[in-house]
């Protein structure tokens, strides 16, 4: 069984940094490609950042240069460093891994950014 674990959300003031974990169980991070999607409340959801598997990085444009996705493949964890947050980045943000056809979810962890 798949499972993926968000870790590290939480309140956090403008300009503050957070940095999320999501650990997996049952697959390799070394072979999928993984990625941070977020959702704010009334919204699609959103990809934020993902990591391939030969290591490149790629990010959408309301985050880069203030996130860094980056990977342990012996703790078999991926990590979303995120800093200057600003409020629009509030949202719910997931984990999902994908090889191929399979894909996988984390339940998510909230990240509120507010004064």
């Known amino acids: 069984q798949v499972t993926l674990v968000e870790s590290g959300g939480g309140l956090v003031q403008p300009g503050g940094s957070l940095r999320l974990s999501c650990a997996a169980y049952g697959i390799s991070t070394s072979f999928h490609t993984m990625e941070w999607y977020r959702q704010a409340p009334g919204k699609q959801r959103d990809e934020v950042a993902r990591v391939t598997d030969d290591g490149s990085a790629h990010y959408s444009d309301s985050v880069k240069g203030r996130f860094t996705i980056s990977r342990d493949n012996a703790k078999n964890t991926v990590y979303l460093q995120m800093d200057s947050l600003k409020p629009e980045d509030t949202a719910v943000y997931y984990c999902?891994?994908?090889?191929?056809?399979?894909?996988?979810w984390g339940q998510g962890t909230q990240v509120l950014v507010r004064p």
């Open positions: 999902k891994a994908a090889w191929h056809s399979y894909v996988y």
